[in-house]
T-cell receptor, first 116, second 114 residues
């Protein structure tokens, strides 16, 4: 069965600096999608970034970028120029291409604190 | 643009009482719909998902049920709540066109059982 592991329960970063959140996953599939979601204290889950496994190029969204290492099954999120509003829980998620639409698998999350 | 509405935002219920949480999506048709539960300090647990009206898949057998009476309406229910039903409930939708589409979440309902 596929699993998603976020090994860092908590991380801290100084405002304006860069932080990287780790995510590894286990799958025997070759086609799949990976996501990072952000959940601020307000609890709404917000999509940050999406990566398609068949694309070599790392996805980017403004200050957010990923380092996708398919062979290593690693999908880390880099936040540049961290802002106070980036403080939140971050969840990594996986879904198999063509799989059941319900089968989005989440990691347990990393709590990011941003220090002014 | 698509929007998702979930209510109520907060609910306090006694043990043994019924439950009805509602979720509606606007701006899209035939979405896939999902109910998740998130316990304090933990990740998301998928409870139910639906790919169409009247089509409900249950991931975790439990005290809860779901229904989809209309294309863009998804309801989470219980006849008798348990203490263990406390948590944060999130509704989500995704495009039904193909897999790999991101799921978009509502604001959630914080349910406390007394």
């Amino acid at each position: 069965a596929q699993t998603v592991t976020q090994s860092q329960p908590e991380m801290s970063v100084q405002e304006a600096e860069t932080v990287t959140l780790s995510c590894t996953y286990d799958t025997s599939e070759s086609d799949y999608y990976l996501f990072w979601y952000k959940q601020p204290p307000s609890r709404q889950m917000i999509l940050v970034i999406r990566q398609e496994a068949y694309k070599q190029q790392n996805a980017t969204e403004n200050r957010f970028s990923v380092n996708f290492q398919k062979a290593a099954k690693s999908f880390s999120l880099k936040i540049s120029d961290s802002q106070l509003g980036d403080a939140a829980m971050y969840f990594c998620a996986y879904i198999e291409y063509g799989g059941s639409q319900g089968n989005l698998i989440f990691g347990k999350g990393t709590k990011l604190s941003v220090k002014p | 643009s698509q929007t998702i509405h979930q209510w109520p935002a907060t609910l306090v219920q006694p043990v043994g009482s019924p439950l009805s949480l509602e979720c509606t999506v606007e701006g899209t048709s035939n979405p896939n719909l999902y109910w998740y539960r998130q316990a304090a300090g933990r990740g998301l647990q998928l409870l139910f998902y639906s790919v169409g009206i009247g089509q409900i898949s249950s991931e975790v057998p439990q005290n809860l049920s779901a229904s989809r009476p209309q294309d863009r309406q998804f309801i989470l229910s219980s006849k008798k709540l348990l203490l263990s039903d406390s948590g944060f409930y999130l509704c989500a939708w995704s495009s039904g066109i193909s897999s790999g589409q991101p799921q978009h979440f509502g604001d959630g309902t914080r349910l406390s059982i007394l």
